[in-house]
């Protein structure tokens, strides 16, 4: 310990204070001193970070029954609770109890709401509450609730009284602050393509990449080239992608020194090396860190769509947006006027597009990150679109601010092998359809040479997310498994919500084998016929993935379909299910052989309405689905043509 004579104002000898090195102390006043003595004082904490302060000691002249309160504070992150005690350091030199009487609630400075033990109260400040104070009178225990935005000090004056005779009374104060919270965008799993966007506001695509450390080294930020702006001075290709005005196709950010519009995102492929043939720069995670000196956008924000680089207001094109604050968002809360509620945001680890449909999906909650961007898409009548980010999205710790959506039974399935990962989702509601309808979610194109995809059919369109009818009904969803590597893989049920007494059950059509659809599940199989290995599809908009294999599965919700044999033993053609129908009906064929097939279908006059299928399919048993939103009530004649097989039924389609 130190030890270190203090003298007053007036260079009087006031006493001596001993100093220890864990911040207690003790003080010997000189006799007959009374009054203030103040003691600078610095502290400094292992990352060389200092900060001033004084200690008021005070010397008080012995008049009879007397009590002392000392200011308290407490210090925390943003949602922080924060507990101590008020009395620790109040003293009373009679040694008489001391208790809490009042506390100041409204921040006026005057201690008037006597406290109750166990008892919230509301703390206001500017005529709003910032949250609840529950405290022990008799003890001086405190909790404090902040509010999930609150940042800032709670400044809160309290009276303490003791029991002595007469009873002697003295105010202070507790300050207790909440400092806004710090978080980190990182990247991780090695180089390609992010959705990404800066919370903070008037940032500059340049200032934000320039954020970015590499296993904590500062090498310039994310590499960047092809752009005004960038660290290449202009050269090589662009990296740094947005939507054009229509919402078709990417194009490149041309001038990366201008402020990224609040609420918008870019698609950035992000390269090993941050700085060019430095191979020191090179590795992964890449880390920006943001702390309470960086201000996101203030609420709300609003993108019109068409108006802000990267959105459109044109009918059924994608926007880039991004979370515009520091804090998650959850996307049912934002405020869509002739916007989806679905957004697809892209995951480097699976090499697909994650999405939500408000319900369900990979997007888990709909929550998205900060730094996070992602993709949205406009109704088929918009004319005015925009998204509002309301206060109100903003979530703390993953909790809800807003309301819980009901979610439709479900099933989610996810196919795994050859190092490539994917999922899709089915979703079971009395709205469910076997044609497009709210809740579907299209499965987009990988930008991965390699990838793997498992989706529901509908149309011959492939969905991430599809929602059929009851699962109590009969149905019959085809399941298409797209890979590009040959060899090994399990699908397996990761979740799941269903109605009682409702089975599913997976049917392989290549080898007869039938799983019940359980928790737990797991189905291994052998893929031999790969799809095509994508091209680089980086310069194209998100764009609906096609399916260039037949569906090898077949989700039922009866144990058996109409043959279980590997190979059918003849061409046939199955009468379409339901029949009559409206919109939409499920029509199924077999093939002894791959074969050269055409599907189609005709009015009574002969004229040819629709082609199903055309092209080479694998022999086995295959189904499609034949939409005639577009068509009258009638009789039509389906055709199948194989090789020189041709079979043809009718369908009756009532409206």
């Known amino acids: 310990p130190a030890t270190v004579t203090v003298f007053d104002k007036d260079e009087n000898e006031a006493g001596e204070i001993t100093l220890n090195s864990d911040g207690t102390w003790t003080f010997d006043p000189e006799p007959g001193f009374t009054g203030d003595v103040p003691v600078e004082y610095t502290i400094e904490d292992p990352d060389e970070l200092s900060d001033d302060a004084t200690l008021t000691i005070t010397v008080v002249p012995d008049v009879g029954n007397q009590t002392f309160a000392n200011d308290d504070a407490n210090l925390g992150s ?9 009395l620790d350091n109040d003293f009373d030199p009679e040694g008489d109890t001391q208790t809490v009487t009042f506390i100041d609630t409204n921040g006026d400075g ?9 008892t919230e109260i509301d703390i206001e400040q500017d005529g709003e509450v910032i949250g609840t104070l529950t405290l022990d009178p008799a003890t001086g225990d405190y909790i404090w609730e902040p509010e999930p935005d609150f940042v800032g000090t709670a400044v809160i004056a309290y009276e303490v009284c003791d029991d002595g005779t007469p009873e002697a009374c003295a105010t202070a104060t507790l300050y207790l602050t909440n400092l806004e919270s710090t978080f ?47 660290r290449a001075n202009g050269f090589g290709d662009p990296n740094v992608f947005t939507m054009n005005s229509d919402g078709t196709a990417w194009v490149p950010v041309s001038d990366l020194s201008v402020e990224i ?39 709300p924000v609003t993108v019109n769509l068409g108006t802000p680089e990267g959105t459109t207001s044109d009918a059924n094109g994608f926007s880039m947006l991004g979370n515009p604050y520091k804090a998650t968002i959850d996307f049912n809360e934002l405020t869509r006027n002739e916007v989806e509620q679905i957004a697809w945001v892209y995951d480097r680890n699976t090499g697909n597009w994650l999405s939500y449909n408000g319900s369900n999906g990979d997007i888990t909650d709909g929550l998205i990150a900060p730094g996070q961007g992602f993709v949205v898409q406009n109704v088929s009548s918009a004319s005015s679109p925009s998204v509002e980010f309301p ?27 050859e190092e490539l990962r994917s999922s899709m989702w089915l979703e079971f509601a009395e709205a469910g359809s076997f044609t497009k309808t709210t809740g579907d979610v299209i499965q987009l194109l990988s930008f991965e040479s390699d990838y793997s995809v498992l989706s529901s059919l509908k149309d011959g369109q492939m969905y991430d997310i599809g929602r059929f009818p009851s699962a109590h009904e009969e149905l019959q969803i085809p399941v298409i498994a797209e890979v590009t590597r040959a060899g090994t893989y399990t699908i397996r049920a990761t979740d799941m919500l269903l109605p009682a007494g409702a089975e599913l059950y997976l049917h392989d059509l290549q080898t007869g084998d039938r799983v019940l659809i359980d928790d737990g599940m797991e189905y291994t199989f052998r893929i031999n016929q790969v799809a095509k290995r994508a091209e680089n599809s980086c310069f194209t908009a998100p764009q609906k993935a096609k399916a260039s294999v037949e569906n090898r599965f077949m989700i039922t919700t009866r144990e058996g379909i109409d043959d279980t044999n590997v190979v059918p033993s003849e061409y046939r053609l199955s009468q379409n299910y339901p029949n009559p129908f409206n919109p939409a009906t499920q029509i199924r064929y077999e093939l002894p052989q791959q074969s050269d097939v055409r599907l189609d279908v005709f009015d009574m006059t002969g004229r040819q309405v629709a082609t199903l299928v055309e092209g080479q399919v694998a022999a086995g048993t295959h189904t499609v689905t034949f939409d005639a939103t577009n068509l009258s009530s009638g009789v039509y004649i389906y ?17």
Do not use: M
């Open 184 to 230: 980190t965008i990182e990247i991780t799993d090695g180089p390609c393509w992010r959705t990404l966007s800066s919370p903070i506001a008037g940032e500059t695509y340049a200032e934000f990449f320039a954020r970015f450390r590499t296993n904590g080294s500062d090498f310039g930020g994310l590499w960047t080239q092809g752009a005004t702006g960038d």
């Open 110 to 118: 005057t201690p008037d709401t006597a406290p109750t033990a166990g």
């Open 78 to 86: 943003q949602g922080e609770t924060l507990d101590g005690n008020i």
């Open 261 to 299: 519009p609040a609420g918008t995102g870019v698609l950035i492929s992000v390269f090993d090396e941050d700085e060019y043939n430095n191979p020191s720069s090179a590795g992964f995670p890449k880390i920006a860190e943001f702390d309470g000196s960086d201000i996101d956008h203030e609420s």
């Open 639 to 655: 055709r199948l043509q194989a090789g020189s097989v041709v079979i043809s039924k009718k369908l009756t389609l009532i409206k």
């Open 391 to 417: 206060e109100t999205a903003k979530t703390t710790g993953g909790t809800f601010v807003g309301k819980q959506q009901d979610r439709p039974d479900f099933v989610r399935l996810e196919i795994e092998g």
